[in-house]
């Protein structure tokens, strides 16, 4: 087995979308793109999921935070490389405790960030593994981006997967707008 890597975390730990609420902002930079975002995710298996950015904050963290029945899984603050050591992972009592460190022990040791990304494409393409990232996977993620502008705009939750007559399924630019070279 693999370790699970970052770019797993939606797949492997949250699992599908459901439907997503959001809000963006132009707040703190003086840009012509939003520097603030707040999404909220249902997630299809009922759960909750809380995603935030800001480029106006006075130091610059990436952090992962995952709240489950017996254990609280957190990431490091670094950054764009938030895959770092040291994670944390706390249980509610002493027992549980325990185990999930044991289950740590246990589990594979692998390549992070870029280094584990070329490792992981060098499998795939000697050695036939399947590929870290699908391009169904990839699609995933642009109809999670495509659902978070189109709620930002109208206001309103996006169900998930966007389908073809979904008014943003061909583009995030707002409605009049031409994308250069189109004309």
């Given at each position: ?8 975390i939606v ?5 599908p ?7 963006t ?18 997630m299809?298996?009922?759960s909750l999921a809380t ?8 130091t ?6 995952f709240?489950f029945?017996?254990?609280t ?7 764009r ?17 325990r ?8 589990a594979p ?11 992981a ?17 990839s ?7 495509t ?5 930002a705009r ?8 966007i389908?073809?007559?979904h ?11 031409e ?5």
């Amino acid at each position: 087995t693999q370790a699970i890597h970052a770019h797993d975390i939606v797949k492997h730990v949250l699992g599908p979308v459901a439907r997503v609420f959001a809000a963006t902002r132009t707040a703190v930079n003086p840009i012509e793109v939003e520097d603030c975002s707040a999404v909220l995710a249902e997630m299809a298996d009922g759960s909750l999921a809380t995603f935030s950015a800001t480029l106006g904050a006075a130091t610059e963290i990436t952090r992962l935070r995952f709240v489950f029945e017996n254990v609280t899984v957190e990431s490091c603050l670094k950054a764009r490389d938030f895959t770092d050591a040291p994670w944390t992972f706390v249980a509610p009592d002493a027992g549980r405790q325990r185990e999930v460190d044991a289950a740590l022990r246990q589990a594979p040791r692998d390549l992070e960030s870029f280094a584990g990304q070329f490792a992981a494409f060098h499998r795939t393409l000697t050695e036939g593994a399947k590929p870290a990232v699908t391009l169904a996977d990839s699609r995933r993620a642009l109809e999670l981006v495509t659902a978070i502008y189109a709620s930002a705009r109208s206001g309103e939750a996006v169900e998930l997967p966007i389908g073809r007559d979904h008014p943003a399924y061909r583009g995030w630019l707002p409605p009049g707008v031409e994308q250069a070279g189109t004309g």
